[in-house]
């Protein structure tokens, strides 16, 4: 396989930021708010439920190439409290598709308007949900060349699913993460700080809403009457997220889904684009040594970008979104050298996609 360390092209060096966007704080607002209309335009867009336990399913929208077997399969996973629906997932599937991958915008349990498919609450460890939905596209829809990404809790969740494969199928090929919050406890920690109450403020409250109405879907399973005394993430993971997925605590659902812990165990070729000034993703995270010495791990981190951010001044052939860019460039590149699809079609450069 081809180590994600030769594209050359993905050096941080790169990554421009426009002089008005240095701060951390308004990248990553300007990034979430920027007006980015009808990014699906012409392209194909199917509604599909995958079983991935007894009693849970999760909603993915799929657009597929004619011919999907012949084409890339680009899964993409979203951050806490994010959707299908989220910017970036809209941005990288436009981009993904034009340049001839099929690609699997999935929302994880209860997200994007999904809370009646499921008795349960999502959270940060459900690698099984992931690799149901691989392992069905791979088995039932023959899809042999299948990329991962995923952002923020949604990129842990990839690296997680990553460390504890080990050896991975010949049909995975990459994962891809963008800010993942590989230490979420650490992350709880700066979300907590005065400087980031906005974040924090609408992480809880959203949370809040999602489970006011998984107990009017269910009633009787969660205790509504709990949450107008929580008032951190913390608490709201330690009353709900933790005991509904098994946790004992806030603590123990923190330590046992950070993807940290399983960096070492990463085979396949794996690639993390991180900013060094994003304002809950603490870079001391990344200073972690499996990072440094696992081979398979390329990890690019800009100075900017705030979290999921990374616009970028004008450039000449591509839009604003670098971080959207290096990820197709990315499969593109190790499409074309590895020939993970031989019979496939010539892909075309992503950045002839329409205007």
């Known amino acids: 396989m081809l180590p994600l360390a030769s594209v050359k092209k993905l050096h941080p060096q790169a990554y421009m930021p426009p002089a008005w966007l240095r ?4 990248m990553t607002l300007v990034s979430r708010y920027w007006p980015r209309p009808a990014l699906l335009q012409g392209i194909p867009t199917d509604a599909r439920l995958f079983t991935v336990s007894p009693d849970s399913k999760v909603l993915g929208w799929c657009h597929w190439q004619a011919n999907a077997r012949r084409h890339p399969t680009l899964i993409l996973l979203h951050g806490l409290e994010g959707c299908a ?12 598709w034009w340049a001839g991958c099929n690609v699997i915008r999935l929302n994880q349990r209860n997200c994007g308007g999904s809370e009646h498919l499921t008795p349960t609450l999502y959270n940060g460890g459900l690698t099984g949900d992931v690799w149901s939905v691989i392992t069905e596209l791979s088995s039932q829809d023959g899809l042999r060349a299948l990329w991962l990404a995923g952002y923020s809790m949604g990129g842990n969740l990839a690296l997680l699913l990553a460390g504890q494969l080990g050896p991975p199928p010949p049909f995975l090929k990459s994962v891809m993460a963008v800010c993942p919050d590989i230490d ?4 709880v920690r700066a979300l907590e700080q005065r400087a980031n109450w906005i974040y924090h403020y609408h992480f809880v409250r959203s949370m809040k809403g999602l489970v006011r109405r998984k107990a009017k879907l269910f009633p009787g399973k969660f205790d509504v009457s709990r949450l107008p005394a929580i008032r951190t993430l913390r608490a709201m993971d330690d009353a709900f997220t933790a005991p509904d997925g098994g946790y004992e605590s806030a603590e123990d659902y923190y330590n046992q ?11 396949v070729p794996t690639l993390i684009v991180t900013a060094k000034d994003d304002p809950f993703m603490p870079y001391r995270m990344f200073e972690n040594p499996a990072l440094t010495h696992n081979s398979h791990i390329t990890v690019i981190a800009t100075e900017h970008g705030g979290h999921c951010g990374f616009l970028q001044r004008g450039q000449p052939d591509e839009d604003r979104y670098w971080a959207e860019n290096r990820l197709v460039e990315c499969i593109l590149e190790q499409v074309k050298k590895e020939g993970a699809l031989r019979r496939s079609p010539i892909l075309p450069r ?3 996609l329409p205007k």
């Open 23 to 26: 701060h951390p704080h308004a």
């Open 85 to 96: 629906e989220s910017q970036y997932m809209l941005g990288l599937t436009r981009k993904a």
């Open 184 to 187: 979420p406890a650490a992350c």
């Open 257 to 267: 889904t950070g993807a940290r812990h399983v960096l070492a165990n990463i085979v």
């Open 350 to 352: 992503w950045g002839t």
